[in-house]
C-alpha cells in the first residue's frame, strides 16, 4: 500500500535550518508530482512546494511564505522527497507534510513532522 513517511523535524531557533525527508513507498514514486503542505496552529493547510515527477520544476505559492527560503527536491532513485528550510522564522511552525498528487488532486498524505521555530 502506499506509504509516505516524513521525519526531520523538531526544535529549530529562528534563522537556522532543517532538511525535511519523504521516504515514499507502494507506488511508483518517479510517476509522481508531490506536494509539501504545511498547517499551522489554530489555521488551515498551506501548500508549500509542488515537485514535478522528475524533479525538473518545483512550484512554490506567489506569496512571500517561503519563497527564496524554501527548496524542494526529490531523489527517485532513493525514493525519497526533501525540502530545505533555511531562515526559519516563528511562523514556519507547523506540522509539514508530504502528499501525493494525482491530477493535481492530493491522494494520500504523510503522517506529519513537526517543526516548531522558537528561541
Known amino acids: 500500500q502506499v506509504q509516505l513517511v516524513e521525519s526531520g523535524g523538531g526544535l529549530v531557533q529562528p534563522g537556522g535550518s532543517l532538511r525535511l525527508s519523504c521516504a515514499a513507498s507502494?507506488?511508483?514514486?518517479?510517476?509522481?508530482?508531490m506536494y509539501w503542505v504545511r498547517q499551522a496552529p489554530g489555521k488551515g493547510l498551506e501548500w508549500v512546494s509542488h515537485?514535478?515527477?522528475?524533479?525538473?520544476?518545483?512550484?512554490?505559492p506567489d506569496s512571500d511564505s517561503v519563497k527564496g527560503r524554501f527548496t524542494a527536491s526529490r531523489d527517485n532513485a532513493k525514493n525519497t522527497l526533501y525540502l530545505e528550510m533555511n531562515s526559519l522564522k516563528s511562523e514556519d511552525t507547523a506540522v509539514y507534510y508530504c502528499?501525493?498528487?494525482?491530477?493535481?488532486?492530493?491522494?494520500?498524505w504523510g503522517q506529519g513532522t513537526q517543526v516548531t521555530v522558537s528561541s
Open positions: 507502494g507506488f511508483t514514486f518517479s510517476f509522481y508530482s
Open positions: 515537485t514535478r515527477p522528475n524533479g525538473e520544476m518545483t512550484y512554490y
Open positions: 502528499a501525493r498528487d494525482q491530477y493535481w488532486t492530493i491522494d494520500y
